[in-house]
């Protein structure tokens, strides 16, 4: 009879201390607003514990003996979830970097169990700046057409119905470099790229050329060496607009520019002509291209800028037939909606690859 009591007793204790050392994971739960994401482990006891965090991964270090009651359900964020019982640490491994996580324990309540809830970022969501320069402007009508419509104009134009359709995107912010008939210095637009921490910049122009049969879009990005004599005579006519403010950008001696080029130079060079290939897809599909369509050349307005930055001729107002385009609304909008498509797939782009 002694025994038997010793006996029931001892097996108490092990159940009491079994309850005490041991804790079991009966659920795991996942929920999400529009920002933030959560998992949520639900616990059948009080439980004490350390985390670390890491970039793609959470631990969790029990001060008990953990279990896990069913297999454990996973969303897509997560790429595996492990209980190792002997260094009782539950690893959450995730696809991706995951940002500002915080860790918090609920405890348990009435019809409730015990939690340790896990809130996260899945991305630091930043509005994307979008700069738009209307080309000319002010004193500097830039190229007259044959229907004596003025580059200026047109510049801006389509520079406010692109910011209009952009901003109805949603995900992205646009600064005009300017929103009247002003003159600014070349300089004073890159200013404002700066100042407003632009992701691209897109200067907008129409060209024009002896040859009246010439025409088409073209996009040109900056080089030191431009790829051809137009291109260098293109490039002379527009950074002129910076005589007419008496700065001259044209002593900068080719060995200061080459030392300027350095590497971030090159990556944001490699960047503009990713966006221009873009670019280059969508007017594919409904507009006529210049042969040759992504052109280089020396442009101040394009220069001095670590910001993706592309410069694009609408059309030639010099050719009949371009020229009454350009002052089109159906063309306008054409050309807006693929630049904006372009937009959308660089940036779409860029995320794939930066990870
Ligand atoms: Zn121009």
Redesign the pocket.
């Given at each position: 009879m002694k025994v038997s009591i010793k006996f029931v007793l001892y097996i108490i204790f092990l159940l009491c201390s079994n309850e005490l050392i041991s804790a079991e994971i009966v659920d795991f739960r996942f929920g999400s607003n529009a920002e933030i994401k959560r998992i949520v482990l639900d616990l059948n006891e009080d439980v004490t514990f350390s985390n670390k965090k890491f970039k793609k991964k959470i631990e969790i270090k029990f001060d008990k003996n953990i279990s896990i009651k069913n297999p454990l359900k996973k969303n897509n964020h997560l790429a595996s979830i492990k209980l190792d019982e002997n260094l009782k640490i539950l690893t959450l491994n995730f696809k991706k970097v995951i940002h500002n996580p915080n860790i918090y324990f609920l405890k348990k309540k009435k019809n409730k169990h015990s939690r340790i809830v896990i809130d996260y970022l899945n991305k630091i969501e930043k509005k994307k700046v979008i700069v738009i320069d209307p080309?000319?402007g002010g004193k500097d009508s830039?190229?007259v057409g044959v229907r004596k419509q003025l580059?200026k104009n047109i510049t801006l134009a389509v520079g406010r119905l692109l910011k209009k359709k952009i901003i109805a995107n949603g995900k992205f912010d646009v600064v005009l470099t300017r929103n009247k008939d002003i003159y600014l210095k070349l300089r004073q637009r890159t200013r404002i790229a700066k100042k407003s921490n632009a992701d691209i910049f897109i200067s907008l122009?129409?060209d024009y050329n002896k040859n009246k049969r010439t025409r088409g879009i073209s996009l040109y990005t900056l080089s030191e060496n431009a790829s051809d004599k137009e291109a260098a005579a293109l490039a002379r006519r527009?950074n002129k607009s910076d005589f007419l403010g008496n700065v001259d950008l044209s002593d900068e001696s080719s060995e200061v520019t080459n030392i300027l080029i350095d590497l971030t130079k090159r990556e944001t060079l490699n960047q503009s002509s990713h966006l221009v290939n873009f670019l280059i897809k969508e007017f594919k599909n409904d507009m006529n291209l210049l042969q040759r369509t992504h052109r280089f050349a020396g442009f101040a307005v394009l220069k001095s800028l670590d910001i993706p930055s592309v410069l694009i001729e609408m059309g030639y107002l010099s050719n009949k037939n371009d020229s009454k385009l350009l002052t089109d609304k159906n063309y306008h909008n054409k050309i807006c909606d693929d630049i904006l498509n372009a937009i959308v797939k660089y940036f779409n782009w860029k995320e794939k690859n930066s990870i």
């Open positions: 080309g000319h830039g190229a580059e122009h129409a527009e």
